[in-house]
């Protein structure tokens, strides 16, 4: 079965500091999706990134990094000289793609970061 | 953006009763799917649609139901209304054949 574990609940960084956050996954498929996505405040989802399963490169963009590893199942997240403007909750998400359908997609119970001015 | 619209943004009903929530969509995307978010429980999947009339259950279905009757529309009922289901819904699509998934604004509904 399918499992994401974000096992940091809480964060506090002060800005411009580094902060990684951790995301553990479960998954019996070889074929799967990898995502993160920001809630700040307002409320709403913003999609961060998607990653599947045979890409193993690392992305950046801009403060923002990701790092996947299927050897220790782990897709962390790095942002790099915070600001107070990522305070957010943060969610990691594993969907398996089967059958050839879109499949569904499970989600961590994510971490809420503060970054301190 | 993707055109996501919910309605209504925020409800409050009474234990027992019937509620609705619409999710609408403008650009005719195929896989729609509808979450609830609670603290400390993250996003759960409640139904999800591959397709006008094609519907299934998620992992906390129990209590609630679906239809898709059009493309852009995408409906979820709580056929009698319970404290438990007090939460934020998110109505989600998925885009392209990058799978990326986007959401939309959110419902607060309290059932009191």
């Known amino acids: 079965a399918q499992k994401v574990t974000q096992a940091q609940t809480e964060i506090s960084v002060v800005e411009k500091e580094d902060v990684t956050l951790d995301c553990v996954y479960e998954t019996r498929d070889t074929t799967y999706y990898l995502f993160w996505y920001k809630q700040p405040p307002s409320g709403e989802l913003v999609f961060l990134i998607r990653?599947?399963?045979?890409?193993?490169q690392n992305e950046i963009s801009g403060r923002y990094s990701w790092n996947f590893q299927k050897s220790t199942s782990s897709f962390n997240f790095t942002i790099t000289a915070s600001q107070v403007v990522d305070s957010a909750v943060y969610f990691c998400?594993?969907?398996?793609?089967?059958?050839?359908?879109?499949?569904?997609?499970?989600f961590g119970k994510g971490t809420r970061l503060h970054i301190l001015p | 953006d993707a055109g996501i619209t919910q309605s209504p943004r925020h409800k409050v009903t009474e234990t027992g009763t019937p509620v609705t929530l619409r999710c609408h969509q403008t650009?005719?995307?195929?896989?729609m799917y509808w979450y609830r978010q609670d603290p400390g429980h993250g996003l759960r999947l409640i139904h999800y649609?591959?397709?006008?009339?094609?519907?299934d259950k998620g992992e906390v279905s129990d209590g609630y139901s679906v239809s898709r009757s059009k493309t852009e529309d995408f409906l979820l009922t709580l056929e009698s209304a319970t404290s438990s289901q007090t939460s934020v819904y998110f109505c989600a699509i998925t885009v392209g054949a990058d799978y990326e998934q986007y959401f939309g604004p959110g419902t607060r509904l309290t059932v009191t």
């Open positions: 650009e005719n995307h195929r896989y």
């Open positions: 990653r599947n399963s045979f890409d193993e």
């Open positions: 998400a594993l969907s398996e793609v089967t059958r050839g359908r879109d499949d569904k997609i499970i």
């Open positions: 649609s591959y397709g006008v009339k094609d519907t």
